[in-house]
């Protein structure tokens, strides 16, 4: 079964503060979930190639993106959770983001889902979170909130601690060096002597209250808002199609389609046959199971709706087509496919 919430962790580190996290989100989601740890996969950053720009696949590299794109593109909320080397995103959590960028051409194949940004790091990185949550609105994805937490800073462990001074604990420690907004001042012992003790580090984030209040909150707000997005369609379907549950997705768009020809919504007759001509097309490659043909032909109709018809139809008629193709088209999304042969 593809998840419904999937949470993402750049952390490399066995079980992590990072890890952890993400996975006390999805957790509280109470709905059917997948993590992954991105440091067990090679997924390289975009290589500006721009193949993705006319199907929505990056065939860019062979790498294992295309294992998990599939369920990005079938997933109806991210929690997404890096870490901040020099206060900036780390790498594979920064090649993950890039990667998606596949799936916004034309249409944001994201639209409308939910994202969690989670960031840990030694200095507070508030901002580091701030850049994932403006991801997320770049790509249609409806930002729910930020956690930033306390990581445990590699020089507390390296072994070298106690007498690198080029690390965190002697500058700490002995010279009364702090990192900007450190958070776990009080457990520094005061004068020359450094022993580094896991009393004096930070905590790991299950003895941060307020991190994991502000996770489980957000875990419960993915599982609340999706239910009323899903009654919210429900509502809206039967309006615009009395009966849509007892038909295919497919055949939703198709049935709606031809009522806002008949309501006169739709009053181009060129672009009605464009329109009619794509379903049709979409239908019979459907039926066939030839999944990608069918969906490009989707994309092709969402693009008709999207660049020629959004003036003349209401804004909830065209947003619910759109939606439910967009919905059809995640559905299908199969990058493999191009890999065949
Ligand atoms: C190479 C390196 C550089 C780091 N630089 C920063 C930094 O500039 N600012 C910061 O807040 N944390 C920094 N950290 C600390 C990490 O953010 C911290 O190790 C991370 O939160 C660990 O998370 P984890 O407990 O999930 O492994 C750095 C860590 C490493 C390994």
């Known amino acids: 079964m593809d998840p419904i919430v999937l949470g993402i962790s750049g952390s490399p580190i066995q079980n992590s503060n990072t890890d952890r996290l993400v996975k006390y989100v999805l957790e509280n989601t109470g709905l059917e979930f997948e993590f992954i740890k991105l440091?067990?996969?090679?997924?390289?950053?975009?290589?500006?190639?721009?193949?993705?720009?006319?199907?929505?696949?990056c065939t860019g590299f062979k790498d294992d993106w295309h294992l998990i794109s599939a369920k990005v593109a079938k997933a109806e909320a991210f929690v997404i959770g890096g870490w901040s080397p020099y206060d900036m995103l780390d790498a594979r959590t920064k090649a993950f983001l890039e990667r998606m960028f596949c799936l916004r051409h034309l249409v944001l194949l994201n639209e409308g889902k939910l994202g969690v940004a989670?960031?840990?790091?030694?200095?507070?990185?508030?901002?580091?979170?701030?850049?994932?949550?403006?991801?997320?609105?770049?790509?249609?994805?409806?930002?729910?909130?930020?956690?930033?937490?306390?990581?445990?800073?590699?020089?507390?462990?390296?072994?070298?601690?106690?007498?690198?001074?080029?690390?965190?604990?002697?500058?700490?420690?002995?010279?009364?060096?702090?990192?900007?907004?450190?958070?776990?001042e009080s457990r520094l012992p005061s004068g020359e002597s450094i022993k580094i003790t896991p009393e004096i580090i930070p905590p790991g984030v299950e003895d941060q209250p307020e991190v994991m209040e502000e996770a489980k909150r957000l875990g419960k707000l993915i599982a609340k808002k999706l239910k009323e997005k899903?009654?919210?369609?429900?509502?809206?379907?039967?309006?615009?199609?009395?009966?849509?549950?007892?038909?295919?997705?497919?055949?939703?768009?198709?049935?709606?389609?031809?009522?806002?020809?008949?309501?006169?919504?739709?009053?181009?007759?060129?672009?009605?046959?464009?329109?009619?001509?794509?379903?049709?097309?979409?239908?019979?490659?459907?039926?066939?199971?030839?999944?990608?043909?069918?969906?490009?032909?989707?994309?092709?109709?969402?693009?008709?709706?999207?660049?020629?018809?959004?003036?003349?139809?209401?804004?909830?008629?065209?947003?619910?087509?759109?939606?439910?193709?967009?919905?059809?088209?995640?559905?299908?999304?199969?990058?493999?496919?191009?890999?065949?042969?």
């Open 39 to 57: 440091s067990e996969m090679e997924i390289h950053p975009c290589k500006a190639c721009k193949n993705c720009a006319k199907n929505n696949v």
């Open 118 to 184: 989670i960031v840990t790091g030694t200095c507070n990185p508030d901002s580091v979170a701030n850049r994932i949550l403006a991801y997320f609105e770049g790509e249609g994805v409806i930002p729910l909130g930020k956690i930033v937490a306390s990581g445990i800073d590699a020089c507390w462990s390296c072994g070298l601690g106690e007498e690198c001074i080029q690390g965190t604990p002697v500058p700490m420690v002995r010279d009364g060096y702090r990192p900007r907004n450190y958070p776990y």
């Open 230 to 341: 899903k009654e919210k369609r429900k509502v809206l379907l039967e309006k615009l199609l009395p009966h849509a549950s007892f038909l295919s997705t497919i055949d939703r768009v198709i049935t709606m389609t031809k009522n806002f020809h008949s309501l006169g919504w739709i009053t181009d007759d060129g672009i009605k046959r464009n329109l009619d001509s794509k379903l049709l097309e979409a239908k019979t490659r459907f039926e066939k199971e030839e999944k990608e043909k069918a969906r490009r032909a989707l994309l092709e109709f969402a693009k008709v709706v999207l660049y020629q018809t959004g003036i003349l139809i209401s804004q909830n008629a065209s947003d619910i087509l759109v939606g439910e193709t967009r919905q059809i088209m995640n559905d299908l999304y199969d990058p493999h496919f191009y890999f065949q042969g």
